[in-house]
C-alpha cells in the first residue's frame, strides 16, 4: 500500500522516464538502483539498459546479486556487467576525502562510451534526496560529466523508494542499506584489496549470524561494529560475542568493538559534514 502523495512521486518520476529516448542506469543492485531499473524497463522497454561496474571495492555477495536482479528484471544482454578499476586511479587507494569522486570518475569513464556505443543517450545514477544531506563529492563528480537524478528530479526519497519497491512487488524494498567497501575506511587510511576483502568477509559472516543492516568500520587493528540498535544486545549475548570475536581475530584484527551508536550512513564524514547539492530539471 502507498498513500497518494508517494504514487504521485511514482507518476512524476513515469512521466520524467518516459522523457528519455533511451536510458543507461548504473545499477548496484541495491534498493534505490533497483527501483530505478524496474520502473525504467517498464516505461522505455528494450530502450532500456543497466551498467554494472564491477571491482575489489564492491562486496562479492553484492556483484553476484546485481546479476541475479538483471536477470529478474529481463534484462538480459541489456545488462552490461564491466570490471572496474578505481584503485588504480591515481590517490584513490589513498583513500583522500574526495575518494568518492574518483569512483564516480571512474565510473563514467566506463559508462559513457558505453552510453555512446548502444545509444543510450541518458544516464542515470540511483540517487535519493536523502543523499543530498551529507558529504558525497561522488554525485557532483557524476552530475559534471552527464549523469542525471531521476529519483531526486521526482522528489523521491529512501522511504518512498522502499513503499513503491513494495507495491511493485519488488524483493529489494527491505533490503539492507548498502555501500561501496571504500567507505569502510577512514579518510587517509589506505586501501588495500587484502584490506578489503577482510571487511567483506566480516560483513558476509555477520549475516551469516543473522544481522542485517550493518557496517564493519576499518581502524587499523580494530574493527568497529556498527549494527542496527536493536541487535546490538544480541551481539553482546556470550554465544554471538564469541563467534564475533573468533571471526574478527581470525580477519586479523586484534580488536573487535562494538559502536554503540548503532548503525547510521557516513558516519565517517561526522566529524566533518558538508552538504552536497546537484542540479535537477526540475525545482
Same mark, same amino acid.
Given at each position: 500500500?502507498?498513500?497518494?502523495?508517494?504514487?504521485?512521486?511514482?507518476?512524476?518520476?513515469?512521466?520524467?522516464?518516459? &522523457?528519455?529516448?533511451?536510458?543507461?542506469?548504473?545499477?548496484?543492485?541495491?534498493?534505490? &538502483?533497483?527501483?530505478?531499473?524496474?520502473?525504467?524497463?517498464?516505461?522505455?522497454?528494450?530502450?532500456?539498459?543497466?551498467?554494472?561496474?564491477?571491482?575489489?571495492?564492491?562486496?562479492? #555477495?553484492?556483484?553476484?546479486?546485481?546479476?541475479? @536482479? !538483471?536477470?529478474?528484471?529481463?534484462?538480459?544482454?541489456?545488462?552490461?556487467?564491466?570490471?572496474?578499476?578505481?584503485?588504480?586511479?591515481?590517490?584513490?587507494?589513498?583513500?583522500? =576525502?574526495?575518494?568518492?569522486?574518483?569512483?564516480?570518475?571512474?565510473?563514467?569513464?566506463?559508462?559513457?562510451?558505453?552510453?555512446?556505443?548502444?545509444?543510450?543517450?541518458?544516464?542515470? @545514477?540511483?540517487?535519493?534526496?536523502?543523499?543530498?544531506?551529507?558529504?558525497?563529492?561522488?554525485?557532483?563528480?557524476?552530475?559534471?560529466?552527464?549523469?542525471?537524478?531521476?529519483?531526486?528530479?521526482?522528489?523521491?526519497?529512501?522511504?518512498?523508494?522502499?513503499?513503491? #519497491?513494495?507495491?511493485? !512487488?519488488? =524483493?529489494?524494498?527491505?533490503?539492507?542499506?548498502?555501500?561501496?567497501?571504500? &567507505?569502510?575506511?577512514?579518510?587517509?587510511?589506505?586501501?588495500?584489496?587484502?584490506?578489503?576483502?577482510?571487511?567483506?568477509?566480516?560483513?558476509?559472516?555477520?549475516?551469516?549470524?543473522?544481522?542485517?543492516? @550493518? =557496517?564493519?568500520?576499518?581502524?587499523?587493528?580494530?574493527?568497529?561494529?556498527?549494527?542496527?540498535?536493536?541487535?546490538?544486545?544480541?551481539?553482546?549475548?556470550?554465544?554471538?560475542?564469541?563467534?564475533?570475536?573468533?571471526?574478527?581475530?581470525?580477519?586479523?584484527?586484534?580488536?573487535?568493538?562494538?559502536?554503540? !551508536?548503532?548503525? =547510521?550512513?557516513? #558516519?565517517?564524514?561526522? &566529524?566533518?559534514?558538508?552538504?552536497?547539492?546537484?542540479?535537477?530539471?526540475?525545482?
Amino acid at each position: 500500500m502507498v498513500d497518494q502523495m508517494t504514487d504521485l512521486l511514482l507518476e512524476r518520476l513515469r512521466a520524467i522516464l518516459r &522523457s528519455y529516448d533511451s536510458l543507461l542506469v548504473a545499477f548496484s543492485g541495491g534498493v534505490d &538502483s533497483t527501483f530505478l531499473l524496474r520502473v525504467a524497463v517498464e516505461e522505455l522497454g528494450e530502450r532500456c539498459h543497466a551498467l554494472t561496474c564491477v571491482s575489489e571495492t564492491m562486496a562479492r #555477495s553484492e556483484a553476484a546479486e546485481a546479476r541475479r @536482479l !538483471g536477470d529478474e528484471l529481463g534484462l538480459g544482454d541489456r545488462h552490461h556487467v564491466i570490471e572496474s578499476n578505481e584503485l588504480e586511479r591515481d590517490d584513490f587507494a589513498d583513500n583522500p =576525502r574526495h575518494r568518492c569522486a574518483l569512483c564516480k570518475t571512474e565510473l563514467m569513464d566506463i559508462a559513457r562510451p558505453l552510453a555512446a556505443r548502444i545509444g543510450a543517450g541518458v544516464i542515470a @545514477l540511483g540517487t535519493v534526496t536523502d543523499d543530498l544531506g551529507d558529504d558525497r563529492p561522488g554525485i557532483e563528480a557524476a552530475a559534471a560529466r552527464g549523469a542525471v537524478s531521476p529519483l531526486v528530479e521526482a522528489g523521491i526519497a529512501k522511504a518512498d523508494v522502499r513503499a513503491l #519497491s513494495r507495491a511493485l !512487488g519488488l =524483493r529489494t524494498w527491505n533490503k539492507p542499506q548498502l555501500a561501496c567497501l571504500s &567507505s569502510r575506511f577512514p579518510y587517509g587510511t589506505a586501501i588495500t584489496p587484502e584490506r578489503l576483502r577482510r571487511v567483506d568477509r566480516f560483513e558476509d559472516g555477520l549475516r551469516r549470524l543473522g544481522f542485517g543492516q @550493518l =557496517r564493519v568500520r576499518f581502524h587499523d587493528a580494530v574493527a568497529r561494529l556498527e549494527l542496527d540498535r536493536d541487535e546490538i544486545a544480541r551481539a553482546l549475548e556470550p554465544a554471538t560475542r564469541d563467534a564475533i570475536l573468533a571471526l574478527g581475530r581470525q580477519l586479523g584484527f586484534t580488536y573487535v568493538a562494538i559502536d554503540l !551508536g548503532g548503525y =547510521r550512513s557516513g #558516519s565517517l564524514n561526522e &566529524s566533518a559534514p558538508a552538504l552536497v547539492s546537484i542540479r535537477t530539471h526540475a525545482s
